[in-house]
């Protein structure tokens, strides 16, 4: 398995897993997620060649099984908020078909060092409450909590 930058022929494969994703957020939170993809194939084929939007995919046998979005985030002059640079993971997904095989620990890693080496002090992320799986698997990667958000459903 390779770690790379997503190419524009990684896009179909990028789309079904998109699909994925979003399936266990329609299904967790129907109320709030459409079926549908987060990125359409034009908006896809613009972000990876954004480099303030890197996109990094586990490639095996030309198939991608993984991807991780990222966003760079700098604060620099804030009035409370210290300087500072931070990779925010906007998505990362595994194919439930290559589920079990350290992939989505392999990205994670990947991710980290790619962080490190583009000058950032932190990774952040936001996961869904009812997504267990997710919290867990974020968990033994290392990650914490930073803040949280409440809602009323009114």
């Not at 266990?24 to 459409?34: S, T």
């Not at 079926?35 to 996109?55: G, S, V």
């Not at 909590?145 to 009323?152: A, H, I, N, Y």
């Amino acid at each position: 398995m390779d770690i790379r930058y997503a190419q524009t022929q990684d896009i179909d494969d990028i789309l079904n897993l998109l699909g994925q994703v979003n399936l266990i957020h329609h299904l967790g939170r129907p109320d709030i997620f459409k079926k549908a993809t987060k990125y359409t194939r034009d908006q896809l084929e613009k972000l990876i060649k954004d480099d303030r939007r890197p996109i990094l995919v586990a490639v095996e046998d030309n198939h991608v099984l993984g991807y991780m979005f990222g966003i760079f985030e700098i604060t620099h002059g804030d009035n409370i908020l210290i300087d500072d640079k931070t990779l925010y993971i906007d998505d990362i997904c595994v194919d439930e078909n290559a589920r079990g095989k350290h992939v989505g620990q392999t990205i994670y890693e990947a991710t980290k060092k790619f962080a490190r080496e583009h000058g950032c002090r932190r990774i952040t992320l936001n996961v869904w409450s009812f997504n267990d799986s997710a919290k867990s698997f974020y968990e033994k990667m290392g990650m914490h909590p930073l803040k949280t958000t409440l809602e009323d459903v009114l």
